[in-house]
């Protein structure tokens, strides 16, 4: 069997500097992958090149079946592929609700999509309690969640999520990771990208360690939890 | 004061021309943060293709045919202009420092007014436009509405209306506020960015065609240099009222047209001052009131700061 993702030989550059020099890894359906580095591992410029807003300069990339060297960003979405950005991005003007509807823009089934909205206010009630207030008024914690229900609202085969607990408090943290644990129960499959390598690790199936561009290891998420490297590097120990 | 209502309803018929025209301006600078300096002779433009259509017409047709028409048909011609000057001239240059799509418009305005000039028949000076005929309406003993001002000062309102419902309630609306508040994850929602922003060249032009049917049916005549000095009010008045925010260019554009009818009108008064009034120097209070305006409020009358937390 296929995977739903499959990366080979990814390259990117910003002009003359390449940012991911040949990567290669996979997401097979139903799993949460992670992928964890330091910053300028080239980690959020692997996602961004998934979605199209970057072309790559060489390099495979193949989602449920279909090459998306060719596709324009505004159509990924469409193959099944949601990308709730880093940093969040939720429209800061919009209101709650018409940054979720956003999220189904290119959806037609109007009944659909008002019960995907109340799925977005039961997985996070504060967002249904201020449907109508301007996104830019939330607390970081809070459009994290926007950005993820907005993701969510394609009804996406896959869902990369890069950086979702950045910046935000230990408790605010630890809900976004429970919240991850619960799409995952749920079947969804994710490609997350985090800072907290032990939470995105003890959450995979499946990880990747990258490093200026290269993927260093690779392993199952429990095996990375315990290998040397990975503690010394990224979960701080000796 | 005898004529105050009188000042301030020439002012107000003014600001709603600016007001259309600063539309264009705002729009664009909204979505794709380019001062589009050949939006001025976008609107001249519409004029053109106004006064085409007007001559296409059979003799005698009723300028209650006629107007609408005119105002098709100069929509056409100013929004084929402007968006193939998007696609032709901006786009390739997106990614471009900023300076390259400024010193383009700037190039594509010279470009548009002498192309009009030598080619479009007897332009070379002012050709004459139809105007409304009748009586002003008299509204009371001191004030008086021309049939023009009448004319702009119900279709400004109505463009504006129709506007506001289709940004805030339109699915391409929604796309279009999206897009101007982040263009890249407007994209990861599915909105092709593209055909947003050509949308919104293609909507100024077609207000800055309306506002350029009112402008030659007031004046009675049009020519290929209109657009430079109202194309740089209007930008001013996009600017007062908060560049981006639409509602801002109505807003600017109907105080900087009341600002110069009333320093028209009594300036002269202010002793000491009597050099400084009249029509002559009504251009100077207009950008006098920029200044001032962007001393207090660098963001203009309604433009606003958000708070974006990141």
């Not at chain 1, 607990?165 to 991850?180: A, D, N, V, W």
């Not at chain 2, 050949?38 to 300028?63: D, K, R």
């Not at chain 2, 560049?243 to 110069?260: H, R």
Request: aromatic share 6%; net charge neutral; charged share 15%.
């Amino acid at each position: 069997m296929t995977a739903l993702l499959e990366v080979e030989d990814l390259r990117v550059a910003y002009g003359k500097i390449e940012a991911v020099k040949g990567i290669s890894f996979s997401v097979e359906a139903g799993q949460v992958v992670a992928l964890i580095g330091t910053n300028g591992a080239g980690k959020t410029t692997t996602l961004r090149t998934l979605s199209g807003l970057i072309k790559p300069t060489s390099g495979k990339i193949t989602f449920d079946g279909q090459s998306l060297s060719s596709i324009p960003a505004h159509k990924v979405v469409s193959l099944g592929l949601a990308h709730s950005p880093e940093g969040r991005h939720i429209f800061p003007r919009l209101s709650i609700e018409e940054n979720l509807q956003l999220g189904a823009f290119l959806r037609k089934d109007k009944d659909g999509i008002e019960q995907d909205i109340q799925k977005a206010y039961d997985l996070f009630p504060i967002l249904g309690e201020r449907r109508k207030q301007a996104a830019g008024t939330l607390s970081g914690g809070e459009q994290q969640m926007l950005a993820m229900g907005r993701a969510l609202m394609s009804r996406p085969k896959l869902l990369m999520l890069d950086e979702p607990s950045m910046g935000l408090s230990p408790i605010m943290m630890q809900k976004i990771m429970e919240t991850i644990a619960t799409l995952k129960s749920e079947g969804m499959t994710i490609l997350l990208i985090e800072q907290n390598a032990q939470a995105a690790l003890s959450l995979a199936d499946y990880g990747y360690v990258l490093e200026v561009g290269t993927m260093k290891l690779s392993g199952t998420g429990r095996d990375l939890l315990v290998n040397d490297d990975v503690r010394k590097t990224y979960l701080g120990e000796e | 004061m005898h004529e105050l209502p009188q000042q301030l309803a020439n002012g107000l018929a003014l600001g709603a021309l600016y007001g259309l025209i600063a539309i264009g301006y705002t729009m664009v600078y909204g979505i794709v943060q380019l001062i589009n300096f050949a939006h001025g002779e976008i609107f001249m433009i519409g004029g053109f293709g106004a006064l085409t259509t007007y001559t296409a017409l059979p003799s005698g047709t009723s300028l209650l045919v006629a107007i609408p028409l005119m105002i098709v048909g100069g929509a056409i011609a100013s929004v084929a202009v402007a968006t193939a000057a998007e696609r032709f001239a901006y786009r390739p240059l997106r990614n471009a420092p900023r300076l390259a799509p400024l010193i383009t418009a700037i190039g594509l305005s010279i470009a548009l007014q002498q192309l009009v000039w030598q080619f479009y028949p007897d332009a070379k000076k002012a050709v004459s436009f139809p105007e409304i005929p009748g009586e002003a309406f008299e509204i009371t003993s001191n004030l008086s509405i021309q049939r023009s001002d009448a004319f702009v000062l119900i279709l400004a309102p109505l463009c504006m209306l129709a506007l506001g419902l289709f940004v805030s309630k339109s699915r391409s609306g929604r796309a279009m506020q999206a897009t101007a508040q982040d263009p890249d994850t407007a994209k990861l929602m599915g909105i092709n960015t593209d055909r947003i922003i050509v949308m919104a060249f293609a909507i100024g032009a077609a207000f800055a065609a309306v506002a350029a049917v009112a402008y030659g049916v007031d004046k009675g005549q049009i020519n290929f240099e209109m657009g430079f000095i109202l194309g740089l009010k209007a930008f001013t008045a996009a600017v007062l009222g908060g560049i981006g925010n639409i509602y801002g260019a109505m807003v600017g554009g109907v105080v900087l047209g009341i600002a110069e009818s009333l320093s028209i009108a009594y300036i002269e008064d202010i002793p000491g001052m009597q050099q400084l009034g009249g029509g002559a120097w009504s251009n100077v209070w207009a950008f006098v009131l920029l200044i001032l305006v962007l001393l207090v409020r660098p963001q203009g009358l309604l433009g606003e700061r958000v708070a974006d937390r990141a």
